[in-house]
């Protein structure tokens, strides 16, 4: 399964790499780094059907993560790839725009890793 | 016509003129104004008499009783003259009188001499007479320049008092005036206190959720490393049980490379709270040496956050030019933060309201530039916003002017960081802007900065 996380914190990646060491040591899972809106629709012009599951932050510089999201659901015809949003903000309002833009998943931070594998898995 | 015949006429001319005002004369002065004429013809017809010397004995009592009679009164007090005036005439009409009764031969030779000095108590009489009425025109004069100045002194002292109480009026007017406009100062110098204190509480609240979004971040982290890390330690118990030594130094590493993230993030974390915490107190007045790069940078993203949080739609890309050889400078931070964070609040603002009318093609970006030119530091704000206005460009400084709807600026942003930059810092707060470009807001800090520069 190949994941594409998009977020403006670096250090990001390095937590998902540890977190999912095991997943990705064992290609049960393969991860994508990109650090704003406009690099993860770049990615995934180019890698077209590659991402199944988008994690995503909301709040980031320039393109934001609802941005993305909309883009993702409007454009991406076949099949639409799952999205999740993932956000500092958990607020009512952040949820029920992202919902309407068609997310899959809202989850906030800190991401409760236990619980994230679980949906993963329940969509795989 | 005897001696004093002639006095009791004067006399009663003048008894008559002196007393006909005076209201407590006796009825029988109103008679006597024309009394003089009998006497005189009485006096002629006696004189043409042989027996005249018993009449002069009546003429000299009348005399006595008038001389009396006027020394009794008090409206002649001041005319005692008079009466010496006559006093000669008077003393030899007595003694004719009494030399007429016993007509002897020595006697004869007296009268002679009583006969030449006649002439010199008439004339002493009328000299009298003279003075007299000259002393009583001078008194009347006097009399009259003292009334007259009485009448002044009093129409003085009338508008003396009047004058007087003009001037109470209106110091107790003006004490009013004085008292109202203290009063009103209290209350503006309490009023601009409790504005300076909302204007903080509204930017800080603007921050708040700035502050959230910058602490969850960190806080994700430092929570989720440290887990990694328990997994790991477990990972690598495992593996010394295996013996298997190359994995069990490539944990320890992942370990100490986790542990330093952490260590990182929650400095963060620790960093945003301490300037949250700066932000609200009360400014110290303390300088103290700052990174500025940092300083700047975290009320950046402070204020980016805050306003992404406040409204979903806000969206611009921001970017810093920071000098990395910037010296550390003396400012006093909490003073300085609000500055900086002001100008970012603006520059966002700025931006935003131009991403609101001109939806297409537009991209929204923020620049926080910092440099060093020469003996001074330079910190600039630039967006790419609508601009400023020229007509209004003289009045961003001046406190309470806002382009903001009511209730949503308090106007004392910039005229707050003027002073702050100025007054308290010794630099310079400028603005460069162009309508439909943008806006740019440098402050400049001298490096050396001497003491009487301090806040």
């Given amino acids: 399964?190949?994941?594409?996380?998009?977020?403006?914190?670096?250090?990001?990646?390095?937590?998902?790499?540890?977190?999912?060491?095991?997943?990705?040591?064992?290609?049960?899972?393969?991860?994508?780094?990109?650090?704003?809106?406009?690099?993860?629709?770049?990615?995934?012009?180019?890698?077209?059907?590659?991402?199944?599951?988008?994690?995503s932050d909301i709040n980031m510089p320039g393109m934001s993560g609802?941005?993305?999201?909309?883009e993702i659901k409007g454009n991406f015809h076949e099949p639409p790839p799952v999205v999740m949003m993932i956000t500092a903000y958990g607020d009512p309002e952040n949820y029920n725009q992202a919902i309407k833009l068609g997310a899959d998943d809202f989850l906030?931070?800190?991401?409760?890793?236990?619980?994230?594998?679980?949906?993963?898995?329940?969509?795989? | 016509m005897s001696a004093a015949a002639l006095i009791s006429i004067i006399l009663i001319i003048y008894l008559h003129k002196t007393l006909k005002d005076s209201p407590d004369a006796p009825p029988w002065v109103r008679y006597l104004r024309f009394a003089w004429i009998p006497l005189m013809i009485l006096s002629f017809t006696f004189e043409s008499m042989k027996v005249r010397s018993i009449f002069d004995f009546i003429w000299i009592g009348l005399m006595l009783f008038l001389l009396s009679f006027i020394l009794k009164r008090r409206?002649?007090?001041?005319?005692?003259?008079?009466?010496?005036?006559?006093l000669p005439l008077a003393i030899l009409s007595f003694i004719t009188a009494f030399l007429n009764v016993w007509n002897f031969e020595i006697i004869e030779k007296i009268n002679s001499y009583i006969e030449i000095a006649y002439p010199f108590a008439f004339i002493w009489l009328g000299a009298y007479l003279i003075i007299y009425r000259k002393q009583k025109k001078t008194l009347a004069k006097e009399r009259q320049k003292l009334e007259e100045e009485e009448r002044l002194n009093k129409v003085?002292?009338?508008r003396k008092d009047e004058l007087e109480n003009l001037v109470t009026e209106r110091t107790a007017e003006i004490t009013k005036q004085k008292e109202e406009l203290q009063n009103t100062l209290v209350e503006l110098t309490a009023t601009q206190g409790q504005l300076i204190h909302s204007e903080k509480m509204a930017s800080l609240g603007e921050l708040t959720a700035g502050i959230a979004h910058e602490i969850q971040n960190p806080l994700n982290f430092v929570n989720n490393f440290s887990d990694v890390n328990t997994e790991l330690i477990a990972e690598m118990e495992e593996a010394i049980r295996q013996g298997n030594i190359e994995e069990v130094k490539a944990i320890a590493n992942d370990i100490r490379d986790n542990n330093s993230k952490i260590t990182h993030h929650g400095k963060r974390a620790d960093a945003i709270v301490k300037g949250m915490l700066q932000h609200s107190r009360t400014s110290t007045g303390q300088k103290e040496p700052t990174d500025i790069n940092a300083l700047a940078d975290e009320y950046l993203r402070l204020a980016y956050h805050g306003l992404r949080a406040k409204d979903k739609s806000f969206n611009t890309s921001y970017e810093t030019h920071l000098d990395p050889q910037l010296p550390k400078?003396?400012?006093?931070?909490?003073?300085?933060?609000?500055?900086?964070?002001n100008l970012f609040n603006n520059a966002f603002y700025a931006v935003a309201e131009r991403k609101k009318k001109e939806a297409t093609g537009y991209k929204p970006n923020v620049i926080l530039t910092t440099r060093r030119i020469r003996d001074q530091i330079e910190i600039v704000v630039a967006d790419n916003g609508g601009g400023i206005p020229h007509n209004i460009l003289d009045k961003i400084f001046q406190p309470f002017f806002t382009t903001k709807p009511t209730g949503?600026?308090?106007?004392?942003?910039l005229s707050l960081s003027y002073d702050i930059v100025t007054k308290g810092h010794g630099g310079n707060l400028r603005v460069e802007t162009q309508e439909g470009e943008g806006t740019k807001f440098i402050i400049s800090i001298p490096l050396r900065q001497n003491a009487q520069t301090q806040a």
């Fill in chain 1, 108 to 124: 906030t931070k800190p991401i409760d890793f236990t619980v994230l594998k679980d949906k993963l898995k329940s969509i795989h």
């Fill in chain 2, 329 to 341: 400078i003396n400012v006093i931070p909490q003073d300085f933060g609000r500055v900086i964070l």
């Fill in chain 1, 1 to 55: 399964m190949k994941i594409l996380v998009v977020d403006d914190e670096l250090d990001m990646q390095t937590l998902f790499e540890q977190r999912f060491r095991r997943e990705i040591r064992s290609h049960e899972m393969d991860f994508a780094f990109a650090h704003s809106g406009e690099e993860a629709l770049s990615f995934l012009k180019t890698h077209v059907h590659e991402a199944v599951l988008i994690l």
């Fill in chain 2, 408 to 413: 949503q600026g308090t106007g004392l942003g």
């Fill in chain 1, 66 to 70: 609802l941005e993305l999201l909309k």
């Fill in chain 2, 156 to 158: 003085i002292a009338a």
């Fill in chain 2, 75 to 86: 409206e002649f007090s001041n005319s005692r003259s008079l009466l010496v005036a006559v």
